[in-house]
């Protein structure tokens, strides 16, 4: 039998604290207390006996019923320490959400200890170039190009203000291996398909293009396409980061490929996909987080599914929270051969 994941009494206690102040405080939850099993049974039995919350009840809730009830909302927007943001995710589901930047910065952080490249590269206060569509970060214009300086905000450089990588022309190409060259980011953030469709540019045209420390895909699931393509320009480590706007930095890969559980700011349930056909190690994504005052989040299903062989021993020698092997995609992309085989 393979070794069990190892979790640190804090993460119990995070685990705890979760579950007590959505039951008690945040409304959407009221109606779970039946389901808790009580103090007498384990964290885990307690947290497999409750409801699973999909995203589409989660967006009937959104964004303000995830906040304790006694937190006032519209002062901590006043003093700016939360604000009211619209997700755009690759899939076109659209949430608003309440954004409390220092979390998500803490989450992120802690995700770097989870892989060697991003522990040692000194990152917290470096420039970042960041290449993905602009519903998602920066600023949106499709209709005439912005500027460095409209695309620069203190350490980062949005290299694209479009909605698509379809409508850059040949210019704005050649504007990004000009600007990767002038801002010289310690790290190129990017969503694996913009980031393939620039790479391919490179490669056709025999251009060089400034190599950051380390290139972080985000935002979408890498094909191996689009990291052929990545890999033939761009020669420094390529990381790949889990989570979501509304989650947090969930998993980050470690250099050896697979993706560890950021264990200090959430916990996840890796539930069985249920259906015949499946394979008996792919597994929907259920992440409660912790020590956000602003979004309580309890069982959130996040759309996701993982292939996990449940094997807890990694080559990279980190042995807390949970390891999957690769992440499979959407829940609503899945699809079927012929024969009746699962397709993630």
């Given at each position: ?137 920066g600023v949106l214009s499709d209709d005439y190009d912005l500027s460095f300086d ?77 990291l052929q393509d990545i890999r033939q320009v761009f020669n420094c480590p390529i ?106």
């Amino acid at each position: 039998m393979s070794p069990q994941p190892v979790f640190r009494e804090a993460y119990f206690k995070n685990c705890i604290k979760t579950l007590e102040i959505a039951l008690q405080r945040v409304p959407p939850y009221q109606s779970w207390r039946p389901y808790d099993l009580g103090s007498s049974y384990t964290v885990d039995e307690r947290f497999q006996a409750l409801p699973i919350l999909s995203k589409d009840e989660y967006k009937r809730f959104s964004p303000d019923c995830f906040v304790p009830v006694e937190r006032d909302i519209r002062e901590a927007i006043e003093r700016g320490e939360i604000e009211y943001v619209i997700t755009n995710g690759i899939s076109g589901e659209k949430i608003k959400i309440l954004w409390y930047q220092s979390w998500w910065d803490k989450t992120e952080q802690a995700s770097w200890a989870l892989n060697a490249h991003t522990s040692t590269a000194h990152l917290g206060k470096h420039r970042e170039a960041i290449l993905t569509s602009a519903l998602c970060v920066g600023v949106l214009s499709d209709d005439y190009d912005l500027s460095f300086d409209e695309r620069k905000n203190d350490r980062f450089l949005y290299l694209n203000e479009k909605s698509s990588p379809l409508l850059w022309q040949k210019h704005h190409f050649e504007r990004i291996v000009a600007e990767l060259q002038r801002f010289k980011p310690l790290v190129l953030e990017a969503n694996p398909s913009f980031l393939s469709r620039f790479a391919r540019f490179i490669t056709k045209n025999h251009l060089h293009v400034f190599q950051p420390s380390l290139v972080l895909l985000t935002y979408e699931l890498p094909s191996l396409f689009d990291l052929q393509d990545i890999r033939q320009v761009f020669n420094c480590p390529i990381c790949n980061s889990y989570g979501s706007t509304e989650a947090g930095h969930i998993f980050m890969e470690c250099e050896f490929g697979r993706f560890h559980q950021n264990t200090t700011w959430c916990r996840v349930d890796l539930e069985p996909l249920e259906l015949e056909c499946t394979s008996a190690d792919i597994y929907r994504i259920i992440v409660t987080t912790f020590n956000n005052p602003w979004g309580v989040l309890l069982r959130y299903d996040t759309g996701d599914l993982c292939k996990s062989t449940k094997d807890f021993v990694c080559r990279c020698g980190r042995q807390e929270g949970l390891i999957i092997d690769r992440l499979e995609g959407r829940t609503r992309n899945l699809t079927m051969t012929v024969d009746g085989k699962l397709v993630t």
